[in-house]
């Protein structure tokens, strides 16, 4: 790729809604900006997501354990929701973005994937 | 108009159930690799000062969901606080007194998450979004049956909290449905929560119910004390909740009740605040980290409870004064209670000033009861249109298009539709916080602008047409705009020291333009009011009724200008004062010395709001410079002026406080609002405090100035003010002129000595550089004046070889605008040729060379030659002139300039000088040429106007070069020269023949020299000519024969250059007369002595 595509690349991405993950586990949502060679990501419009904490988790279990005794059902997969807040323009240093996401309708992602194929 | 906020939505992040995510982490790393240090790839519309608003994430001070090295998230977010946990009574109280701070602080404009939305109980019952009543506990989202809630938190906590939940919501939606300044006045962010606006307010009255039964109920069991004091608190809880309830309908209820009530609560309180026990585990910013926040994060909000109950109370007090605003009384007295009311310090409360926003106006009606055009109406009958047809109602009923009525209605009504909502504002703004009230008071100043082109209204029956009764009316409310923001300028301190004698100036200005436009609209209502008086001896219907409406409005106005003379005559005394203290420097200034700013940038700045309003003019800064300053005024003067306005602004605002704060009907005798009554006399009564205190600053300055003047006279015993010294334009040439006048009566010294002191004036004044930010006539005047001074001043460097100090620097030559090469006038013709000489005299000063060079005598001669080939044609062909001026002009003009080259040329006529032979006839025969050109043109002056040969400078030049020539000239005496000499003889002989005979002994000084020169010339004429005659016969050794006796007036102090010097005798070089007819050499000396260099030495002899 040299520098013509990169910044081809790139640019067809403003404006796309990127999921960018940190290294302290929180997702960063919104709406794609701006970025620069230290990989540093402008994000507009941003939802911090945080995993549940261990207690929710936990709470989320016990509640599902007796659901699951009541109902007679074993459950595998208890379902907690992540926390979000909106925290609206955000800046997330390079150094600290270990996952990059692009959300796109699923429809389109089908198409792609079978483009490639 | 001041525009309602509208309320904010939350964003809610809507996600589309489709949403496939692709990791692209390795694609955009490669790609984000290949861009260069620096370069951005970024939306188009996204700069970078958007960019810098960026929350940075992972940055512990920006990221409030930041979590520091060692915390985990589980207690990073949850706070291992247990909302289950037994409270004791005392900290359940602690707890209730510290959600009151919270809730003060907010009140007082904290955001909500550095203050109640730390509380973690409140978190719990509003996170997440409740959707019952029942689902506020604080038991959510943990199991149920672990454990029960205990039931003093349970009842009484949570029924305190989701309470005072409630009354915040009351307050966030009138705050937000007002006009206010988000994070100046108040914080709106809810931060994605809600404060339980969807439940009706009746269930939070019954859970405060259940739980001041269920505290009675413990009787025993509850420490007596914390039991009651508990049960204070969930009372008072109660009372401000539906004093909060009521908010507008406040219209209709007319009930201070709650209010009250909440006050009477206050003092236990307070008192009982001691029992209660901090819990301090129970509150944590931490919070911040869950809520939708834009903003960095910011640590927690800490009042004392005394602070918060103060707000609290003064919260009270004002909503139970408020309800004196709601009796309408008329546009005049409303605005006094809204001023009164929202002038308290400190400012009410956010919450306050938007209640009475909304009360001021909702749904286009006045208090809930008055419709906004009939509240303009009752203005504009108030003010300017007492009893006038144009106000009646029954005009909106006519319906042909051709009654004059249904055009007057239609005028009114676009009247009405343009300017009730910025006459509504004037009335709303008061209700922001005051320095907002000064910007909203210049926005609102220029909708009023508009008004000023009111075209005179026809009436039908012939009234008045030329009151623009409109046009004036939104005059007055201009002016009293302006004063409004020059006083609140005072009140917020925005004036820099510097500033204040101009500021006090301006607003003494404007008071006293008010008071002239009120005595305009006055003339028109006292006309009316004649007028029908007549109808009211004839007991006319309406006659009677119409009466008492126009004097109403007299003494409305009469009220109103006692209050104007009132600031008028304060802010003329405060001037006053100010000047004399900026004057005597004890005025501290901001600005230091090298700072860039000045008091006419300062004053530009000031006047920025008011610079697109065409009525009242901006006044211009020179003269608002003159005026601030009092320039002119002695001491005396300004302190004199500040006395008497001193002593007339406290007489002023006794009658203010006399009349007292409302117009009041006839038969009433109380004060509608008694509480904000009070409020206006204590202001009042506080302005005329601030006038005594003024009076006593002033006597003490008098004081102080007197004993500097005491301490002076002791000093110098001589009275300071035997001469005015003080320059002017004006005087500067008055001294012109009496120079003149002097050296014309042969008083040289005196009036060379008088050009010193003129010449100094002109420099104090800063004449001789250019000043900028004079008016162009200004300036051009002032150029003048120079000029004339440096013509005079030349004319002695030259003539009495006088060293000059203007030479150093001068003024641009004052050019008529329309003026070109070829087309320069007389004026600025010679002032480019005194320029040139001026420059001559300075670089012989400079380089102390005796006399010019070969090469800069031609240099010289070429300017001046060239600067007259550059003027107009009337000055250089006499067939081109048409007037007496003209003519005058041309020869004057030939005359000086002549006399100037022969000046220059005037060292070959030196035998010392060193100039080779060829050089020295070349430039002599210049010289003699041009003395008889200056000669010539003398004649000529005198032709066209003997009045005009009389002039001194002109008069003295030409017999200097008359003798020059006749002493140079022996050799080749030309017939021309004879005839030019005779010529000027016949020209002095009617000089002094036309003085009349009669009166030898009375003669003025110049007379007597003219007579003598007269004799002088006649003697030398008649030398010269026995002397041709005998050189005819016999010719005569020529030997150089050295002047013995030269006047003792031509020794100077200086070493004169010679050839400047008094040369009109200089060396005779020639073969000057000998022995037998030697007296030729006699006559020139005595000439010169009485001629020439008239008493230079007394001055006033």
Redesign the interface.
């Known amino acids: 790729m040299d520098e013509n595509s990169a910044v081809q690349y790139l640019e067809a991405l403003i404006g796309r809604t990127l999921r960018v993950h940190a290294t302290d586990t929180r997702i960063f949502v919104g709406i794609f900006k701006c970025t620069d060679a230290a990989r540093n990501i402008i994000l507009a419009n941003t939802h911090e997501y945080r995993y549940p904490s261990p207690s929710a988790v936990r709470d989320a279990a016990t509640n599902a354990e007796e659901l699951a005794a009541e109902s007679a059902v074993t459950a595998q997969n208890i379902k907690v929701s992540m926390t979000s807040r909106f925290i609206g323009l955000v800046v997330v240093p390079g150094q600290h973005i270990t996952k990059i996401e692009l959300e796109e309708p699923s429809q389109q992602g089908r198409v792609r994937d079978t483009l490639r194929s | 108009m001041l525009p309602n906020n509208e309320i904010r939505s ?4 809507v996600v ?1 159930q ?8 390795i ?17 188009e519309y ?1 700069t970078l000062f ?2 810098v ?7 512990s001070k920006m ?5 520091g090295p060692g915390e985990n ?2 207690q990073a ?2 706070d291992d606080y247990d909302m289950m946990r037994e409270l004791a009574p005392e900290e359940v109280l602690g707890i209730m007194d510290e959600l009151l701070c919270h809730e003060m602080a907010w009140h007082m404009g904290h955001p909500l998450s550095q203050t109640l939305f730390t509380s973690l109980y409140l978190d719990r019952l509003l996170w997440p979004v409740p959707e019952t009543l029942e689902n506020t506990h604080f038991g959510r ?3 149920q049956s672990n454990k029960e809630v205990p039931d003093l938190v349970h009842i009484v906590l949570r029924a305190y909290c989701l309470a005072l939940v409630k009354s915040c919501d009351f307050v966030h939606a009138r705050v937000t449905t007002e006009y206010y300044f988000e994070e100046e006045d108040f914080v709106t962010q809810l ?2 929560r809600t404060l339980l606006s969807q439940f009706d307010p009746k269930h939070f009255h019954s859970l405060l119910d259940r739980a001041i039964r269920w505290i009675d109920e413990q009787t025993g069991i509850l420490g007596e004390k914390v039991a009651e004091a508990m049960r204070a608190r969930l009372l008072f809880r109660r009372d401000f909740l539906s004093g909060m309830e009521q908010d507008l309908e406040v219209i209709d209820t007319r009930s201070a009740a709650q209010f009250l009530s909440c006050l009477s609560h206050l003092d236990f309180l307070s008192k009982s605040a001691v029992l209660g026990i901090r819990v301090p585990e129970a509150f944590s910013w931490k919070i911040q980290r ?5 903003v960095p994060p910011r640590p927690m909000v800490n009042i004392s409870f005394e602070d918060a109950l103060a707000h609290l109370r003064r919260l009270c007090q004002d909503a139970v004064d408020l309800l004196e605003i709601l009796d309408y009384k008329g546009p005049y007295n409303l605005k006094v209670v809204i001023w009164a009311l929202l002038s308290r310090k400190p400012q009410p409360s956010v919450y306050i000033r938007s209640l009475v926003q909304s009360l001021i106006v909702s749904n286009r009606t006045i208090l809930g009861t008055v419709p906004v055009k009939q509240f303009l109406y009752d203005e504009l009958e108030q003010i300017v249109l007492p009893s006038s047809i144009l106000l009646q109602a029954s005009a909106d009923e006519i319906e042909v298009p051709s009654d004059p009525r249904f055009q007057i209605a239609q005028h009114m009504d676009v009247f009405t539709k343009r300017f009730s909502q910025p006459f509504v504002d004037t009335f709303r703004s008061a209700c922001l916080n005051r320095c907002r009230i000064r910007r909203t008071a210049e926005d609102l100043d220029e909708q009023l602008r508009a008004l000023s082109n009111e075209p005179p209204l026809k009436l039908a029956n012939g009234d008045t047409t030329y009151s623009y009764p409109l046009s004036s009316w939104a005059y007055h409310h201009k002016l009293s705009q302006f004063r409004l923001i020059l006083q609140l300028g005072f009140e917020l301190s925005i004036y820099a020291p510097e500033e204040l004698p101009g500021m006090y100036w301006y607003l003494s200005h404007i008071c006293s333009t008010h008071l002239g436009h009120i005595d305009r609209i006055r003339t028109f209502t006292v006309a009316a009011t004649k007028r029908n008086l007549t109808d009211l001896a004839a007991k006319k219907r309406d006659a009677f009724e119409r009466h008492s409406v126009l004097q109403r409005s007299i003494r409305l106005l009469e009220r109103l200008t006692t209050q104007i003379i009132a600031v008028d005559a304060f802010a003329i005394s405060l001037h006053a004062l100010y000047v004399l203290l900026a004057r005597h420097r004890i005025l501290p200034t901001t600005s230091s010395a090298q700072a860039y700013s000045s008091d006419r940038l300062r004053y530009e700045i000031r006047m920025k709001p008011f610079l697109q309003i065409t009525l009242p003019e901006l006044v211009p800064y020179d003269e608002y410079h003159r005026e601030a300053l009092l320039e002119g005024d002695s001491d005396d003067i300004v302190i004199e002026r500040a006395t008497k306005a001193i002593s007339e602004a406290r007489k002023a605002w006794e009658a203010t406080l006399a009349n007292g704060a409302f117009i009041l009907d006839s038969d009433e005798k109380e004060s509608p609002a008694p509480a904000i009554e009070e409020d206006w006399k204590r202001d009042i009564k506080d302005t005329m405090r601030a006038c005594i205190g003024a009076s006593i600053a002033i006597e003490t300055v008098k004081k102080a100035l007197k004993a500097q003047a005491g301490s002076k006279d002791c000093e110098e015993p001589q009275p300071p003010q035997s001469v005015n010294l003080r320059p002017t334009v004006e005087i500067i040439q008055i001294l012109l002129v009496i120079g003149s006048v002097l050296s014309y009566n042969m008083n040289a010294g005196a009036s060379y000595t008088l050009l010193g002191m003129t010449e100094r004036m002109c420099m104090v004044l800063g004449l001789h550089v250019e000043t900028s930010g004079y008016p162009r006539a200004v300036q051009a005047a002032r150029r003048r004046v120079w000029w004339a001074m440096a013509f005079q001043n030349s004319h002695f460097s030259l003539a009495y070889d006088r060293p000059s100090i203007t030479m150093i620097s001068q003024p641009e030559i004052p050019y008529d605008p329309k003026s070109m090469p070829g087309h320069r006038g007389y004026f600025e013709t010679l002032c480019r040729i005194i320029s040139v000489i001026l420059e001559m005299l300075r670089g012989l000063m400079f380089t102390h060379h005796s006399h010019l060079r070969y090469h800069e005598i031609r240099d010289y001669k070429h300017r001046i030659e060239r600067i007259l080939a550059e003027a107009a044609p009337h000055l250089r062909f006499e067939d081109r002139c048409t007037t007496l001026a003209e003519h005058i002009e041309r020869t004057e003009l030939r005359l000086h300039s002549s006399y100037f080259i022969s000046l220059m040329c005037r060292v070959s006529l030196d035998p010392d000088a060193h100039l080779d032979d060829q050089r020295r006839e070349i430039i002599k025969e210049d010289c003699l040429t041009n003395l008889s050109n200056t000669i010539e043109a003398f004649i000529e002056l005198h032709s066209i106007n003997t009045h005009a040969s009389r002039t001194w400078i002109s008069l003295q030049r030409t017999i200097a070069s008359a003798f020059l020539l006749v002493a140079n000239n022996n050799e080749r005496l030309h017939p021309h020269t004879w005839d030019l000499i005779q010529k000027l003889e016949a020209v002095l002989s009617d000089h002094v023949h036309g003085d009349g005979e009669a009166d030898r002994n009375n003669r003025t000084d110049s007379a007597k020299h003219l007579a003598s020169s007269l004799r002088a010339l006649r003697e030398v004429s008649a030398a010269f000519r026995a002397h041709s005659q005998k050189q005819k016969k016999l010719s005569v050794p020529q030997t150089a024969t050295t002047t013995p006796s030269l006047s003792p007036a031509t020794v100077f102090t200086t070493p004169s250059p010679a050839a400047f010097g008094p040369v009109p005798v200089p060396h005779p070089p020639t073969h000057s007369a000998s022995s037998q007819d030697g007296h030729i050499d006699n006559i020139l000396n005595r000439v010169s002595n009485v001629m020439l260099f008239p008493n230079m030495g007394t001055g006033s002899a």
């Not at chain 2, 869950?290 to 834009?294: D, G, K, N």
């Open positions: 939350p964003t809610m992040r589309p489709s949403v496939a995510p692709r990791d692209i982490t694609d955009f790393t490669t790609a984000a690799a290949k861009l260069r240090t620096g370069q951005l790839v970024k939306d996204f958007e960019a608003g960026a929350l940075e994430i992972m940055d990221d409030s969901g930041y979590l998230s589980a977010l949850e989202g943990q199991l931060y994605n869950r809520l939708a926040s834009t």
